[in-house]
């Protein structure tokens, strides 16, 4: 199974700063025959079930404000919350869904500092 | 809209056997994959596996193989997960999990999540 790793696994930034989290595969989720890459980030706020963000690593799943944006391919994927809002406290998670069996990331916890 | 109802909290004890449902509806049952996915207090998210309800085809993930069993009842609209053997580390909330059109493994709309606690 692909393993998914996330850093940090906490973060603390200010209102209104820049938040990046950032994923590694343990191998590739970049197919080639259509150039995308099977990645996904998700938003898990307490005591509810996660919600999906992005996708295809870049591609923002309808509703999702613009300061959310993915990046990155192959092994290397990043989340960036252009300016952090309240609302944005959360755990995220990035997930590979390359494989037959899908993995998540252990999640990365953002605070505000 | 999308609706994922699932069952009620259920408390086991060690060696016993689990089986959660989860109600669909809003969309066409047979036309996505239904993954579960489960968390342990304070931990993160694990996926467990996957079934397709036009097929019953599953997966599943290796920590799971032998010990879990994906159905459903495309009449009912209605996929189950059940879990045996339960052990005290069971302990975790288990979801369900809509597939989103783009591929398989892709998520898009979750249940709310029943909570599994296994105790002797």
């Known amino acids: 199974d692909i393993v998914m790793t996330q850093s940090p696994d906490s973060l603390a930034v200010s209102l209104g700063e820049r938040a990046t989290i950032n994923c590694k595969s343990s191998?590739?989720?970049?197919?080639?025959?259509?150039?995308?890459?099977?990645l996904a980030w998700y938003q898990q706020k307490p005591g509810q079930p996660p919600h999906l963000l992005i996708y295809?690593?870049?591609t923002r799943e309808s509703g999702v404000p613009e300061r959310f944006s993915g990046s990155g391919s192959g092994t290397d994927f990043t989340l960036t919350i252009s300016s952090l809002q309240a609302e944005d406290v959360a755990v995220y998670y990035c997930q590979q869904y390359f494989t037959t069996r899908g993995t998540f990331g252990q999640g990365t916890k953002l605070e505000i500092k | 809209q999308v609706q994922l109802v699932q069952s009620g909290a259920e408390v086991k004890k060690p060696g016993a056997s689990v089986k959660v449902s989860c109600k669909a509806s809003?969309?066409?049952?047979?036309?996505?994959?239904m993954h579960w996915v489960r968390q342990a207090p304070g931990q993160g998210l694990e996926w467990m596996g996957w079934i397709k309800p036009n097929t019953g085809d599953t997966t599943y993930a290796q920590k799971f193989q032998g010990r879990v069993t994906m159905t459903r009842d495309t009449s009912m609209t209605t996929a189950y997960m059940e879990l045996n053997r339960l052990k005290s580390d069971d302990t975790a909330v288990y979801f369900c999990a809509r597939q989103a059109p783009p591929a398989p493994n892709l998520i898009d709309y979750w249940g709310l999540g029943t909570l599994v606690t296994v105790s002797s």
């Open positions: 809003g969309y066409t049952f047979t036309d996505h994959y």
């Open positions: 191998q590739s989720v970049l197919y080639s025959s259509n150039n995308k890459n099977y």
């Open positions: 295809w690593a870049s």
